[in-house]
């Protein structure tokens, strides 16, 4: 599965880039939302899942969700959040995402989750 992971916390990335690549998925990683938006638009049929943090700088997470549901794509979006009273303002926001990660994450629980899809 091709994955893009959206987080500014380089541990989160790096830790998920090893889980991930363990399981032979390939990850591309994003150290902010602009970036992460420019990785999707790029190619967004080699995308198959998108792993994002919420708060970030700039484009935080809903932004980033916001722009590729407005472009018409309905890739599986996955909220990543040390919050979990983020989980509801995402809903607010009426967007259509799937699962929402409440950070720290058991990693065994995230291969499951990556693996539903
Ligand atoms: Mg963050």
Do not use: W
Not at 48 to 61: A, E, I, K, S, Y
Not at 93 to 117: C, Q, S, W
């Amino acid at each position: 599965m091709n994955i893009l992971l959206i987080d500014d916390e380089p541990e989160i990335l790096k830790i998920l880039e090893l889980y991930l690549t363990k399981k032979q998925h390939s990850v591309k990683m994003a150290e902010n939302g602009k970036r992460g938006l420019q990785h999707f638009f790029h190619s967004p049929d080699q995308v198959d899942l998108v792993l994002c943090d919420v708060r970030m700088p700039n484009t935080n997470g809903i932004d980033v969700l916001k722009q590729i549901r407005l472009s018409g794509s309905q890739v599986p979006f996955v909220f990543m959040s040390g919050h979990a009273d983020e989980e509801m303002n995402v809903q607010e926001t009426g967007l259509a995402f799937d699962h929402f990660l409440l950070k720290p994450f058991n990693m065994k629980r995230v291969i499951e989750l990556v693996e539903a899809y």
